[in-house]
């Protein structure tokens, strides 16, 4: 499997149209699947159209939690590109379509079309395979959609992905791409066959803020958390942020709280189990982006910019290492650490990069949850973290967790 990418670009539809339409004649690989990441609000379906009349090949991808990068750099306000291709790949993409309604139902149809999609094309390959998976933030529980996918997919078949955001806002415009159209309520799978393994791993560097309390979930239903410690969950959340002099004036309390999520203690060492907020509910609920458990201790978490920053190398490491050489690498990468970064965002995109080898092909989004389910991993569904996908076309050694 190879990668090529384009971007960040600022232009319209019909100039990207023709850099795209160069660049693939140029390359010397024949293109199988285009992603694209795109800032919420831009004319989504215009670039959709025009990726694909200059690819021929499908064209999926989301709107970003604030900003996306390739290899070259990052952008607010840009569109990244990425172009999977060479002879040994397959691809097939399905659309779970009403994902809030019913997530297995949905999940259960986009597969059925991807084994449909196979078996008109022939005879399945025995190569690995992996699965990208991108779904409308607002419309999924993170961790009923992760559940969801391990029961339809076969256990060894690694996926990665992240759900899609809306710039920070929370106002419910993600979307997910595919078939030119720019959907809500909906997830997006495709299917990868291809002939080396992808090593996934994923890395957050959060912790417990200084001074935080433990706060007990009472009252929680899936992913609507509706009372801490007894109480309205929204009113005890801000007190507590309060409390730590983490809000922040002229910064909407939703935003405040997306940055400084919920961890949970979990069995696996110091490991926190992060659920950050989507919603806040005129009854004092507080929607997540995943489910946790009543009677669970939470405290609210924080991660200083070098914490973050770490995090990235350790994961480029862990991923990366073990490839003796890099064909691509793709990231899903929290909005949150954007946005405690800020214009330090750039040396997070740098820290992705291997330490070591020429630069490589690499695409990335900020989203608002992270998925990778791999060998070994207890977790599918992640918040404030940064999952990265990676391969090489040479043959590789054991390597990392993920490997």
């Not at 007894?230 to 910064?251: C, F, K």
């Not at 919603?279 to 609210?300: E, F, K, N, P, W």
């Not at 978490?301 to 490491?317: C, H, I, M, R, Y």
Request: hydrophobic share 40%; aromatic share 6%; proline share 4%.
């Amino acid at each position: 499997m190879k990668m090529m990418t384009l971007g960040p670009f600022e232009g319209n539809a019909w100039l990207l149209g023709r850099k795209i339409e160069r660049a693939v004649a140029e390359w010397r690989e024949s293109a199988r699947l285009a992603l694209v990441a795109m800032p919420s609000g831009t004319r989504h379906e215009e670039y959709l159209a025009a990726i694909e009349d200059a690819t021929g090949v499908p064209v999926v991808g989301a709107t970003t939690g604030g900003a996306s990068f390739t290899e070259r750099g990052f952008s607010r306000s840009g569109i990244s590109c990425a172009f999977l291709g060479g002879a040994h790949l397959e691809v097939a993409c399905g659309a779970a379509r009403e994902l809030r309604a019913d997530h297995g139902r949905s999940i259960r149809a986009a597969l059925s079309d991807i084994d449909e999609a196979h078996s008109s094309s022939g005879p399945r390959s025995a190569a690995p395979s992996s699965m990208l998976v991108l779904a409308d933030a607002f419309a999924c529980d993170g961790d009923e959609l992760a559940t969801c996918l391990r029961q339809g997919v076969p256990p060894h078949t690694r996926v990665f992905g992240g759900t899609a955001g809306d710039a920070w806002s929370f106002e419910g415009g993600a979307r997910v791409f595919v078939d030119r159209k720019a959907l809500t309520d909906a997830a997006v799978l495709v299917r990868l066959t291809h002939r080396h393994r992808v090593n996934i791993d994923v890395l957050h560097g959060f912790r417990a803020a200084e001074g935080a309390r433990d706060l007990t979930i009472t009252d929680i239903e899936r992913n609507v958390l509706r009372t801490l410690d007894g109480q309205p969950a929204a009113r005890v959340y801000e007190e507590e942020l309060t409390r730590l002099g983490l809000r922040s004036s002229g910064e909407g309390l939703l935003q405040t709280m997306a940055k400084h999520a919920l961890g949970a203690r979990t069995p696996f060492g110091e490991a926190l189990k992060i659920r950050a907020p989507l919603a806040v509910r005129a009854d004092g609920a507080v929607v997540l982006t995943g489910g946790l458990s009543r009677g669970q201790m939470v405290r609210i978490v924080n991660a200083p910019g070098d914490s973050l920053l770490q995090a990235a190398k350790s994961l480029s490491t862990r991923v990366l290492g073990s490839l003796p050489a890099v064909s691509g690498a793709l990231v899903f990468d929290c909005a949150s650490r954007l946005r405690l970064l800020g214009e330090h965002y750039r040396e997070e995109v740098r820290a992705l990069l291997s330490p070591s080898a020429p630069s490589h092909p690499t695409f990335g989004m900020t989203c608002y949850g992270q998925i990778a389910k791999f060998g070994g991993s207890v977790e599918a569904f992640h918040n404030t973290s940064a999952v990265m996908a990676a391969w090489s076309e040479a043959d590789q050694g054991a390597g990392s967790p993920g490997a």
